[in-house]
């Protein structure tokens, strides 16, 4: 039998054509019976296509994947900072504002490829066990962690765990050849937001916030009550780098030095109606003089108490223009440890700020920081233009305006008089960080001994640092001149100093001093 492949039967095409214009307007036909109605709510259309793909989809679909996909992109559409975390995301945002986690209770770096304990928490399990600060951390639970590349975050999660449970560390310790082990019980630990109290001089306190969290207004307190005690009467309180947190925090510090009626913050939304904070005469920092530092890490509640201090003509506010956020998060909590973080109103300062900048949907928002160097702001106050549809007047008739954060009554400028070749490159490289470690390590009983800042000084001068710090850089590749060495000594002997320090039992008591000293802002507001 024999088959003519070069023609096809013309009763063959008419049938073939005929099946495909069938099949057309069997399609068609579907289609438009399945045709569904949108409402006029317009999130419906796309519940109708979710439910569409969840019925009709040809191939299985791991709908759980494409929701923490879309949620992500939706909120994006919304404004900046409102976000969806997932329930990691979710757990460690929670433990950095409650003021508490669950863990081992150490503080740790991982310069190279080891994490080396920088200190322990006073009274946590880590130190009621006999972990010290220069440890290295080789095992967890009999797994390598050193010598191959566990990154610090997965090394965290590790370590955490729940109250009570137990973890078993190897330990590398200094002059001890073998390997310690340890089993330390989990337990709750303090996270501080108070960073530093201490005396300036002998009237002007210090006090630096990192965040404002559960605990803050408590442990804000507490400092000024040590501080008082040591003859404060005026105090400078640090925001900078501070990016907010909780408000009903910021509410209740901005109170202790306002006076009764005067306006804190009011909040309004769409959907939210205005609702005013108002100081009720109980604080208890009414008779101390303050001067607030901010800057463009400053925001949120940062900028709340800020613009309380600075609309009510309580205080002085010094530094460089803040964020800019005055955008209101409500958290939502879902049922499998996930939540999102939805903006449901603006705040505005009692003068009626808005101060949260524009945002467009596009990278301007994120990448604003950057222009503001760009355009010289960052060093020079008058690059800064103002809208003067924005402005608005104090009670005793300072101008202030909105638009885009807080801009200090004295602009201080980014100081970069010591900031030279050669300090760029020992920290691009992070040989003062690193250096500290070095020093630690090298002279660790006579640092162990160290209980006041005085003798600190003294520890530096009998090691002579200096030269230790040379040789340290020269032996990593650095080399440099007489000149580069004196143009930038000051600022890297700061850090040095510094940074050695942390390894110290006085910790931050004494970095926090020592950089201080370099501190143009500091420097300034002292003497203001």
């Known amino acids: 039998m024999m088959i ?37 709510n317009s999130w419906d259309k796309l519940m109708l296509i979710l439910s569409q793909i969840d019925m009709h989809y040809v191939d299985n679909v791991d709908s759980e994947a494409i929701t923490e996909e879309s949620i992500p992109l939706i909120l994006q559409k919304l404004d900046p900072h409102s976000v969806y975390l997932g329930p990691k995301d979710l757990q460690s945002s929670e433990e950095q504002l409650v003021g508490n986690f669950d863990g081992i209770g150490i503080h740790f770096n991982v310069p190279n490829d080891t994490a080396i304990v920088i200190n322990v928490v006073p009274g946590g399990p880590s130190e009621r ?46 002059g001890i050849d073998n390997l310690l082990t340890f089993e330390i019980k989990r337990g709750k630990i303090p996270v501080k937001s108070v960073d530093v109290a201490y005396m300036l001089n002998d009237t002007l306190g210090y006090i630096k916030l990192s965040r404002f969290s559960r605990t803050s207004h408590s442990e804000f307190m507490d400092a000024v009550s040590h501080l008082r005690e040591s003859g404060m009467r005026s105090l400078l309180f640090d925001l900078r780098g501070n990016s907010g947190g909780y408000l009903d925090q910021a509410l209740l510090l901005s109170n202790e030095f306002l006076n009764k009626g005067d306006l804190i913050v009011y909040m309004e939304g769409r959907r939210r109606a205005r609702q005013n904070f108002h100081a009720d005469n109980s604080g208890k920092c009414k008779d101390l003089s303050i001067k607030v530092l901010i800057d463009e890490g400053s925001a949120s509640s940062s900028e709340i108490f800020a613009g309380a201090i600075q609309d009510n003509d309580r205080g002085m506010i010094l530094g460089r223009r803040s964020f800019g956020k005055g955008l209101v998060q409500e958290p939502i909590y879902f049922s499998d440890n996930s939540g999102i973080r939805l903006t449901v109103a603006r705040f505005y300062t009692p003068t009626g700020r ?34 003067d549809s924005l402005m608005y007047t104090t009670p005793k008739g300072k101008i202030v305006y909105g638009g885009g954060g807080i801009m200090p009554d004295i602009f201080i400028p980014i100081d970069t008089t010591a900031v030279g070749s050669l300090f760029f490159k020992v920290t691009n490289l992070g040989l003062t960080f690193k250096f500290g470690l070095h020093i630690a390590d090298k002279y660790r009983s006579k640092l162990n001994q160290v209980d006041k800042l005085d003798n600190l000084y003294k520890f530096f001068e009998d090691i002579n640092i200096e030269r230790e710090f040379k040789n340290y850089a020269i032996s990593n590749g650095v080399r440099f001149t007489n000149v580069e060495w004196n143009e930038s000594r000051d600022l890297i002997l700061n850090h040095v100093y510094a940074y050695t320090a942390r390894y110290s039992p006085l910790d931050d008591k004494a970095f926090y001093p020592i950089i201080h000293k370099m501190d143009n802002t500091i420097k300034i507001a002292i003497e203001q």
């Open 129 to 174: 066990t006999g972990i010290l600060s220069g440890d290295r951390i080789v095992k967890v639970d009999g797994v390598d962690v050193a010598g191959v590349n566990v990154n610090q975050d997965s090394l965290v999660s590790k370590l955490r765990g729940k109250s009570g449970t137990f973890v078993n560390l190897d330990i590398k310790r200094v």
């Open 354 to 387: 808005s101060i949260q900048k524009p945002y467009t949907g596009d990278d301007s928002y994120r990448d604003d920081i950057f222009e503001r160097f760009k355009h010289g702001e960052m060093f020079y106050a008058d690059s800064i233009k103002f809208n």
């Open 4 to 40: 003519n492949r070069g023609k096809v039967p013309f009763t063959w095409v008419i049938i073939v054509f005929l099946l495909g214009a069938l099949s057309f307007k069997v399609y068609s036909e579907y289609s438009t019976k399945r045709e569904l109605k949108v409402s006029a």
